[in-house]
């Protein structure tokens, strides 16, 4: 496959508008380029959709909203050959215009009415003669009779019902995109430089609470390695003399526990990592009120956003570093275990 750009496609913004781009049969439904073009600068209202299409057996090669164009089928007679459709879906009406015959400056037309449905205290129309109106370029083309003209609008609704479903799938694929991209700017943090007095402090900063931290986990295994046994044996009748079953259950309960342990540690710093809705809350409330705060209000703004920052940046390396860490803890602890005189006995062949 033809991929062109990483991950196969391409995205580009403009004012009011997204270029999308897809490399040759990416798409299941062949789509090459698709032009969504909005009312706002925000990007959330959509106003047009517009794709272009390749190697379809349909030969569709454009839609625009309920706008379809085709290109030439030389398998069919130009004037049995739909160049253009369009479904009026207010109108109920849908209209086709057949491609071009190579000696002809003008095309064949066709326009149906749709029938009204049926509903609960009214009957469905039926198709009738009058519903569809045409022009032929050659006069001496027979007209089609009313049956073949019904078939052809039953064969034409279904299709406008499947354009319907896939404009709303391509306009909730762009409101995906549009959230996507809403929720990245929110998530984009500043990298300050060490040389800056700002980048300073925060990097003092990050040291300090990384440090604290560290402090902290080293009391948790200090405390472990007192005895790490004791929370177990105390709960056996006879902990002088272990059988070869209550060695193999405090190994796996002791390292069970400490598994926990560090599950927990980890959803600490995790909890940590994300609060970052406060600081988005913060970050709007400032949008909004920037222009009356005063100065002792702007100054107390840029300190929060500046400690939430720290907390957020410190948290996120060190849950990376605890995530490195946890499998060689966990492994120097099950050696541990197994060299422990009172259970390694049991322990040689488990």
Same mark, same amino acid.
């Given at each position: 496959m033809e991929t062109r750009w990483p991950g196969g496609q391409k995205v580009t913004?403009?004012?009011? *508008?997204?270029? /999308? $781009? +897809?490399?040759?049969?990416?798409?299941?439904?062949?789509?090459?380029?698709?032009?969504?073009?909005? $009312?706002?600068?925000?990007?959330? /209202?959509?106003?047009?959709? $517009?794709?272009?299409?390749? @190697?379809?057996?349909?030969y569709l090669e454009e839609r625009e909203k309920v706008v379809e164009c085709f290109h030439?089928?030389? &398998?069919?007679? *130009?004037?049995?050959?739909?160049?253009?459709?369009?479904?009026?879906?207010?109108?109920?009406?849908i209209e086709l215009t057949y491609h071009l015959e190579d000696h002809r400056f003008i095309p064949s037309k066709r326009s149906f009415i749709k029938p009204? !449905? &049926?509903?609960?205290?009214?009957?469905?129309?039926? +198709?009738? &003669?009058?519903?569809?109106?045409?022009?032929?370029?050659?006069?001496?083309e027979k007209p089609l009779k009313t049956l073949a003209l019904n078939d052809m609008l039953v064969a034409l609704m279904k299709d406008e019902e499947k354009v319907v479903c896939? #404009?709303? !799938? &391509?306009?909730? !694929?762009?409101?995906?995109?549009? *959230?996507?991209?809403?929720?990245?700017?929110?998530?984009?943090?500043? !990298?300050f430089s060490p040389w800056t007095t700002t980048g300073a402090a925060m990097a003092r900063g990050q040291r300090q609470e990384m440090e604290h931290l560290a402090a902290e986990e080293q009391r948790w295994l200090q405390e472990k390695e007192k005895d790490i046994l004791a929370p177990f044996l105390i709960r056996l009748d006879n902990a002088e003399t272990l059988s070869?079953?209550?060695?193999?259950? #405090? @190994?796996?309960?002791?390292?069970?526990?400490?598994?926990?342990?560090?599950?927990e540690h980890a959803n600490l710093i995790q909890e940590r990592y994300e609060k970052t809705q406060e600081l988005q809350s913060k970050q709007e409330w400032y949008q909004k009120n920037q222009l009356n705060m005063t100065k002792p209000q702007e100054e107390e703004y840029l300190t929060y956003c500046h400690e %939430?920052?720290?907390? #957020?940046?410190?948290? %996120?390396?060190?849950?990376?570093? @605890?995530? /490195? *860490?946890?499998?060689q803890k966990y492994w120097t602890l099950d050696q541990k275990l197994r060299s422990d005189p009172r259970l390694a006995p049991h322990l040689l062949t488990f």
């Open positions: 913004h403009y004012r009011k *508008a997204q270029l /999308e $781009k +897809f490399a040759p049969y990416l798409r299941p439904d062949g789509l090459n380029t698709r032009l969504t073009t909005y $009312k706002d600068l925000d990007c959330t /209202e959509v106003v047009m959709v $517009k794709e272009w299409y390749q @190697h379809r057996n349909d030439r089928n030389r &398998s069919k007679p *130009a004037n049995e050959d739909v160049a253009q459709r369009v479904f009026l879906l207010a109108q109920r009406r009204q !449905e &049926s509903t609960e205290k009214k009957k469905g129309e039926d +198709f009738t &003669s009058d519903m569809e109106s045409s022009f032929q370029v050659d006069p001496s896939q #404009i709303k !799938e &391509s306009k909730q !694929e762009v409101r995906d995109i549009v *959230a996507c991209r809403e929720q990245e700017e929110r998530d984009v943090q500043l !990298e070869a079953e209550d060695a193999k259950h #405090i @190994h796996q309960d002791c390292l069970a526990e400490f598994k926990q342990r560090l599950a %939430k920052t720290l907390q #957020i940046c410190v948290a %996120k390396k060190r849950l990376s570093m @605890h995530k /490195e *860490a946890a499998p």
